[in-house]
């Protein structure tokens, strides 16, 4: 296997050596970048540079290190060492401001944005002069500027009123406004839909026919296949390889991110003698706490021995739709039942003891189901403590099985009485499945178990799921990536609004058709345009 | 701008090293208050052997610093188990006040009782009446999410007001010249193991802290509620999500530790200060809050902490024979203070030179 990987870099060699064909210039460099945060080495050593009009992929697991290389160009780290070139001269960056001058733009996963500006506000904020400038002319500038690269954007909508593709758009557009040439662009991708996504990677084309340089941090490989020039691959902190999108293929580039070789593909076992109906959801109907129908008249079974998907743009209330299962939600209307028993009202302890079993993965992985502070077996206790008779709580059992977890599950921990915020994100998702998996429910609900995690720990969750299934548990999965959800589950439920547009079988379907549904078509209406379209 | 020196966070600190650097510190705050010494010409040594050693000199003293210890050790206990929860409780004083109350109703009414029912009666009595209070901004943070902070410190004006309503009205003494409570009768007062002084005067509330520290181990660290705390405390969400009934959780603990902080009061008016009075939380309160976070809540460290303080705030009216003024001697107990928990700093983070060039491996 080593000698695949030598050949890999070998080939990278090759490619990068010939550059000679390229008529564009480096727009900026960095050379020999190190970064160490206490012990950890973040960066090492690491060349990167971009050309004018170049779309360039940075592709990594977590904590390869791809947003810590990035941060640095921006300014929001001082390297330890190494220099950065822009345009030819040597500059230094020591505060974001300093990058934004030298036309360094970032995109962040995580807007930067005030909620209660408008748009314009929020993208001519912090430029010094633009308050004070003729506001007509502003605004006369900031159209042009959107039609130019076709960004589709009303200047004087308030932020906390748009979707998440339109917040990213107001982001580009800031960036745009400053004079940026370099723009970084980290996960873009991760909260749109297949229809946003070709919408931004239209813009980004528009961008680097304009002479931009554009840096693309991800870890989706079909994304990098799609849209970028040259993709640049970290592993742990180092520069793996550079190589021309062109002449490489996913099955390079991932044996090149994890360093050895892997099986993209996902298994679906067939599980014969499924067990009819173990929850039957009939006309849930669901408010939120400010009164908003969240759920309305959702009506779905899940049989024991499948994995029932559900896709949606996120928001689409499937956060409420576990919580009402799991008995933290008050539900308005309908029934829940789980095997004939209809589980509306019970209190979430009696529903955990019937045997449903919940793990939800939030935007920051840890906030629910898990107690960062608190070492493996106090978590792993979490769930079965009470069962456990008297006062007094014993933590032998849970001990052996948090131990158990570790060697089954192959979860890299010092040891299990250290608390699990020093574990990796992946370790800390294992853990919380495991232990969920451990109370051997018969509905095992997840959402976004895979979250943020590499294609090593997703792939050992995917496993971990399927092994369910074969047990007979109905397991409902919500999830994000479209193309997982295609090959993982038997069927997928496509949610928009709180209502189900469409109930279909996985090989029935494109993901394009997922993206419609997700965006208020339904299935049937899909249908009935493909066979006119035919 | 580039520092010659950067803050970074430490992944983990070994147990001597953190004593050392609490040791340092010590070092540190006995330094600089030697340097204010010298500055306001008096003798540094002198003044530090007032501070520390004067308190603890012979068996007279000792006991009165032990007695002071005691009711702080009671009441970090107690404000120990909100904590955890990550509830604020700062209301001690008042939850003090009402378990004094609580208590000295037996004491004053019905000290006909034989001692061995009184007492515990008395104990009793201050744990319900204590914890009833503190349950009062239990319930309505846990049904209206409302600020405990702030709830629990103006309880504390309220308690006050009750007291003094009490003095003045119902309860004023029958003897006395001023509105003043009545001493209380011998059956009413903590008795002691030792029959000669000094260790006479110890009554036996040293046992009931002792007792405590146990059973608040124990509670916090193997108990099924015990653990419902720490994952209250660290997040709610991940509570709900486990099927706890986190309302039941946050009033039953903190009537737990209002309870705890009422028996304290029991302590003080029944073996300290020998009957009721305006004085009977003074300020106890909110030392021990400090006592609680300097001890990371655990109740053994607590036994350590609440004595130092309890040294610490004797020596202060010792100063006083050394002509230094109350205001000098609050100021080094202020220097002390500062320097222990700057020392939390150093233990949590490490300033280290920035590198200009990393050495390649």
């Given amino acids: ?534 | 701008m580039r520092l010659p020196f950067h803050i970074v966070k430490r992944p983990y600190m070994k147990t001597y090293q953190q004593v050392i650097v609490r040791l340092l510190a010590v070092l540190t705050a006995f330094a600089v208050t030697s340097i204010l010494m010298i500055i306001l010409k008096k003798n540094p040594g002198r003044v530090l052997m007032a501070l520390l050693y004067e308190p603890v000199k012979n068996g007279y003293f000792l006991v009165q610093t032990i007695k002071l210890a005691v009711v702080l050790l009671i009441i970090s206990l107690g404000i120990g188990l909100a904590f955890k929860m990550k509830f604020w409780n700062i209301g001690a004083e008042g939850q003090i006040i009402l378990g004094g109350i609580g208590a000295s109703y037996l004491g004053l009414f019905h000290n006909d009782w034989p001692i061995y029912i009184l007492l515990p009666v008395m104990l009793v009595a201050s744990f319900v009446t204590g914890g009833l209070y503190g349950l009062i901004p239990a319930y309505f943070k846990a049904r209206y999410n409302t600020n405990e902070t702030l709830f629990t410190l103006m309880l504390n004006y309220i308690a006050l007001s009750i007291l003094l309503f009490l003095q003045y009205g119902p309860w004023k003494g029958e003897n006395a010249m001023r509105p003043e409570f009545d001493n209380f009768k011998k059956n009413a007062l903590l008795p002691s193991l030792a029959s000669s002084k000094p260790w006479s005067d110890l009554h036996i509330g040293w046992i009931i802290s002792l007792l405590l520290v146990v059973i608040v181990y124990i509670y916090m660290n193997h108990t099924k509620s015990g653990y419902e705390i720490s994952v209250v405390g660290e997040s709610v969400n991940t509570a709900r999500y486990a099927g706890m009934n986190v309302r039941w959780i946050t009033m039953r603990t903190m009537m737990l530790s209002a309870g705890i902080c009422g028996i304290a009061g029991f302590v003080q008016v029944s073996g300290n200060l020998k009957k009721l009075s305006v004085n009977v939380a003074g300020g106890l309160g909110f030392t021990a809050i400090i006592i609680a976070w300097l001890s990371k809540l655990n109740p053994v460290v607590m036994i350590v902490a609440s004595f130092l303080f309890s040294v610490m705030s004797k020596g202060a009216g010792f100063l006083e024979y050394q002509n230094i003024s109350p205001a000098a001697s609050e100021m080094i107990q202020g220097i002390i203070l500062f320097c222990v928990l700057g020392a939390e700093f150093f233990v949590n983070y490490k300033i280290v030179r920035t590198h200009r060039e990393v050495a390649q491996k």
């Fill in chain 1, 1 to 534: 296997m080593q000698c695949r990987i030598l050949s890999c870099i070998a080939f990278s060699i090759l490619n990068i050596c010939d550059k000679g064909d390229s008529v564009n210039n480096v727009l900026f460099e960095l050379r020999g970048i190190t970064k160490l945060f206490g012990n950890v080495v973040a960066n090492k050593n690491i060349d990167f540079s971009v050309r004018e009009g170049e779309i360039h992929a940075l592709l990594g697991e977590n904590g390869s290190g791809k947003t810590t290389l990035m941060n640095i160009l921006s300014g929001i780290y001082t390297p330890d060492s190494g220099t950065i070139i822009i345009n030819g001269e040597e500059v230094t960056i020591k505060s974001p401001e300093d990058a934004i001058k030298l036309g360094i733009g970032m995109i962040h996963q995580h807007f930067k944005l005030v909620d209660v500006f408008s748009a314009k506000e929020n993208i001519i904020m912090g430029q010094a002069g633009s308050s004070r400038r003729n506001q007509k002319e502003l605004t006369k500038e900031l159209e042009e500027l959107s039609n130019r690269f076709g960004l589709n954007i009303n200047l004087d909508k308030k932020i906390y009123q748009m979707s998440v593709s339109e917040k990213q758009t107001v982001e580009i557009m800031k960036v745009l406004f400053r004079k940026s040439k370099i723009l970084i662009l980290d996960e873009p991708t991760a909260v749109l839909t297949p229809q946003e996504i070709d919408k931004l990677f239209e813009i980004l084309r528009e961008l680097r026919a304009d002479g931009c340089a554009i840096v693309l941090i991800t870890h989706k490989l079909n994304e990098v296949m799609e849209i970028s020039d040259r993709v640049t691959i970290l592993r742990k902190g180092e520069s793996v390889a550079t190589v021309e999108t062109k002449k490489t293929n996913p099955k390079e580039l991932t044996e090149l991110m994890v360093g050895h070789s892997v099986d993209l593909s996902i298994d679906r076992p067939v599980v014969k003698d499924k067990t009819k109906d173990v929850l039957k959801v009939e006309n849930l109907t669901i408010y939120d706490e400010e009164g908003v129908k969240v759920i309305d008249g959702m009506s779905f079974t899940v049989d024991g021995g499948e994995i029932l998907g559900v896709a949606g743009v996120a928001g689409s209330g499937q956060k409420e739709l576990c919580e009402a299962i799991a008995g933290l939600h008050p539900v308005a209307d309908g029934t829940i039942e789980f095997k004939g028993r209809n589980i509306v009202g019970l209190n979430p302890n009696e529903i955990i003891n019937l045997g449903v079993s919940m793990s939800f993965i939030p935007e920051d992985r840890l906030g629910m189901g898990l107690v960062a502070n608190m070492d493996m077996v106090d978590n792993v206790i979490l769930k079965d403590y009470r069962r456990q008779k008297g006062l007094l709580l014993s933590r032998k059992p849970a001990r052996k099985m948090a131990l158990k977890m570790v060697e089954d599950l192959d979860i890299v921990t010092q040891g299990v009485q250290y608390p699990i915020r020093l574990l990796s994100g992946g370790n800390v998702q294992k853990v919380l499945l495991g232990r969920e998996i451990n109370s051997s429910p018969q509905l095992l609900i997840t959402a976004y178990p895979v979250r943020g995690l590499d294609i090593n720990s997703s792939y050992v969750i995917y496993d971990m799921l399927n092994e369910q299934k074969k047990k007979g548990v109905a397991v409902l999965y919500i999830g994000e990536d479209l193309n997982v959800l295609l090959e993982l589950c038997d069927r997928i439920m496509v949610i928009c609004g709180g209502r189900i547009m469409g109930m279909v079988d996985p090989k029935d379907v494109t993901i394009e058709d997922l993206g419609l549904m997700m965006t208020g078509h339904t299935y049937s209406q899909i249908l009935a345009e493909r066979g006119t379209g035919q």
